[in-house]
């Protein structure tokens, strides 16, 4: 595999993002509007507190109307204008929609579906990532806007693209195929019988002669496919985006080293852990929390979506937040009530962001997304939307400056962000939720229950967290063991779900009775395995202390080694009396092996008896059960958020003292929240 050198250091989940100011803004789109609206517009935005708009990323055929003819006046206006009122601007290299010339030039480089079909011109993310006419096209209007823009002091950043792979990832045009043929002659050296070992091809008969015989895997095409095979098309269709993503950076770095450089993401197939964000300054992420229309659950879904951004690779900065109603074709959120936007602005902070803009400024009134409501309407009147982001812009003076460079305080982590892993499960689910699936019901425990609970790689940076639980992951890489085992032996809880390294990297199941490498860390194996696809049926029925739990999805009968405690066992069927969870100690701490899944059910039962004896407390005692409480720490200050969930006042007691720098303040430890409320205190550290 053509290995490009990428200078970031391996991210983590401490990270902070490394800008020098805090950014507040909104997305905005120029040419959609005159020229009075836009003189307008700025005004308007300097009074809400705006010092960023992002632009341009949709415009190609604005800014390239006909093949190599450039046009810029719209955008170097715009800047300029914004630029009088204090904002700076963030520019995105417009190829998520590349223009019609392009793919009417070029028609064998629309991407192809998983049936066979290509994509059409008509909505965006058409064309495929491995065509070469779309990778020069690329390059040339990055490079034609980077030369126009470089020496342009209000321009100070960049985003590649727009959301790689939202829409659409499984490519399998011509040009696909070629590229993966090509990927795979570097993986494996250009030997074939290499990967007929890899693959596991003797198995139906599906050994190759030569690279050039292999197609990307489409699905169920008769039947199933080759879960190496599909491994390693997850793994090529991150390296392609990854590639694309580079030869952009490559030029914008080239024309302005001053310039920071990230992507908003998260989508499938895209390892933002690996050589993607390790070439960026940072990763975006795009909330819209309004996707939850279950408003009591709206509150866990947005922690764990940022909780497991942060996972990948630290704090992170919020490209686009959802300013009012989205909508598309079948789809349209309700309007965020008063206050809403803003309390999923601080739950967005307390989270990890470290820089936000809305999108977008204004609704368009015509287009795939014309019900896409942003801070003002179509008919442009400034309304209630419009006052709240004018409060949270004044709000942020004050707290953004005191924001960069800390941390989010973290007890509790839940696995996730390996892409092997995940992609791996996806493979071969018989039947099982995902692993982030498996993540969000344990991390909403916990989140439900006032911990500092959030999402990390078992190979980051574990020093502070308590308790580290790895839900149910088949593929492990063994080289992380030393480091687990470290946590451990320094007094961390581990806690290990069924199914855990049950594969290798490869995909194949391990010779070794499971859990393979993690076998005697976690002093126990598994005896027997199995699918339980009626939980009301033929039930296993698991008893810790005087709780039972009846198990959903997968079950477990463990042989613990000498010295280890069993915790739990089985009360039915053949496992009676067998062991179901089991306790080793080793060095200061201790590894939990669960033999069956951690589903919210599991949670609700057993959740107080895994966290007992690790450490882990809520953040604060007695706190009503809407209102989150989270914690930023670093540069020798602390900041408590203190979020209302509800849509009705809250009381708070043994609230610590603290400089409240946003919303109510406390007064003898107790503090009234009212409906949305939110109030930041700052201690010393
Ligand atoms: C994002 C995307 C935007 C816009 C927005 C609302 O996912 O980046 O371009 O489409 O959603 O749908």
Redesign the pocket.
């Known amino acids: 595999m053509r290995r490009i050198m990428y200078k970031k250091s391996p991210p983590s989940h401490l990270r902070p993002v490394p800008l020098s100011s805090f950014l507040f803004g909104v997305c905005y789109y120029p040419e959609h509007w005159d020229a009075d609206t836009r003189r307008l517009d700025a005004e308007r935005m300097r009074a809400a507190g705006i010092n960023v708009v992002r632009m341009a990323e949709f415009a190609a055929e604005v800014l390239e109307p006909a093949p190599g003819q450039f046009d810029f006046r719209i955008f170097d206006d715009t800047i300029a204008e914004l630029a009088e009122h204090g904002i700076r601007t963030i520019l995105g290299t417009p190829t998520a929609a590349p223009p019609r010339w392009l793919s009417a030039a070029h028609p064998d480089a629309l991407a192809v579906d998983a049936a066979g079909q290509p994509l059409q011109h008509g909505s965006r993310q058409h064309m495929s990532l491995s065509h070469p006419a779309l990778s020069e096209y690329s390059q040339r209007v990055t490079r034609a806007l980077a030369e126009h823009y470089a020496e342009n002091p209000h321009v100070i950043g960049w985003q590649t693209d727009?959301?790689f792979h939202?829409h659409f990832s499984e490519d399998h045009s011509g040009a696909a195929q070629e590229d993966f043929r090509a990927f795979l002659r570097e993986k494996y050296g250009q030997d074939i019988e290499a990967l007929n070992r890899a693959w596991g091809n003797n198995f139906w008969a599906l050994t190759y002669s030569d690279f050039e015989e292999i197609c990307t895997p489409r699905g169920l095409r008769p039947c199933y496919p080759n879960p190496t095979q599909q491994l390693d098309y997850a793994r090529f269709l991150s390296w392609r985006v990854t590639r694309f993503q580079h030869e952009q950076v490559q030029i914008l770095r080239t024309f302005q080293p001053r310039w920071f450089i990230f992507h908003?993401g998260c989508f499938p197939h895209i390892d933002y852990r690996g050589d993607f964000i390790r070439d960026l300054d940072f990763l975006g992420y795009?909330s819209y929390p309004g996707f939850s229309y279950d408003v009591t659950r709206r509150a866990s879904d947005h922690a764990y979506n940022l909780d497991r951004t942060r996972a990948w690779s630290g704090n992170f900065i919020i490209p686009?937040h959802q300013s009012g109603p989205?909508g598309?074709a079948p789809y349209f959120h309700d309007n965020p009530e008063p206050g809403e936007i803003r309390k999923l602005t601080y739950a967005s902070l307390a989270h990890g962001t470290d820089s936000i803009l809305y999108?977008r400024w204004r609704t368009c009134r015509y287009g795939a997304?014309m019900y896409?409501c942003g801070v003002l309407d179509q008919d442009n009147v400034p309304r209630r939307r419009y006052e709240e982001i004018q409060r949270i812009g004044r709000e942020m003076a004050v707290l953004g400056p005191e924001l960069l460079g800390t941390s989010v305080r973290m007890d509790v982590g839940v696995a996730y962000a390996d892409y092997d892993a995940m992609e791996a499960r996806a493979t071969m689910p018989l039947g099982l939720p995902s692993l982030s699936n498996h993540a969000e019901a344990i991390h909403r425990w916990f989140f439900r229950g006032h911990y500092a609970a959030g999402c990390v790689h078992p190979a980051d940076v574990l020093d502070g967290l308590k308790m580290l639980i790895i839900p149910h992951w088949e593929v492990m890489d063994p080289d992380w063991l030393p480091h687990l085992r470290d946590f451990v032996e320094r007094g961390g809880t581990l806690v290990l779900g069924a199914i855990c390294a049950t594969r290798d990297t490869n995909n194949h199941v391990i010779a070794e009775t499971p859990p393979g490498f993690l076998r005697e860390l976690a002093g126990v194996s598994v005896e027997e395995y199995s699918r339980k696809n009626r939980a009301d049926q033929r039930s296993w029925v698991m008893k810790w202390d005087d709780r039972e739990h009846t198990a959903e999805g997968w079950v477990e009968i463990l042989a613990p080694e000498e010295g280890t405690e069993v915790l739990a066992a089985w009360t039915a069927r053949h496992a009676a009396g067998k062991p179901a969870v089991t306790c080793r100690r080793q060095g200061k701490g201790r590894v939990l092996y669960v033999g069956t899944l951690m589903t919210e059910a599991f949670m609700e039962r057993f959740g107080p008896a895994l966290v007992r004896s690790s450490g882990a407390e809520p953040v604060l005692p007695d706190l009503p059960e809407d209102v989150e409480a989270a914690v930023r720490y670093g540069d020798g200050r602390e900041l408590l958020f203190l979020i209302n969930h509800a849509d009705m006042p809250c009381e708070l007691g043994a609230v610590p003292e603290g400089d409240s720098l946003v919303g109510e303040r406390p007064s003898e430890g107790r503090l009234t929240l009212p409906a949305y409320g939110v109030s930041v205190l700052r201690s010393g550290r």
Do not use: I, R
């Open positions: 727009n959301e939202c908003n795009d686009e989205g598309q999108f997304e896409w």
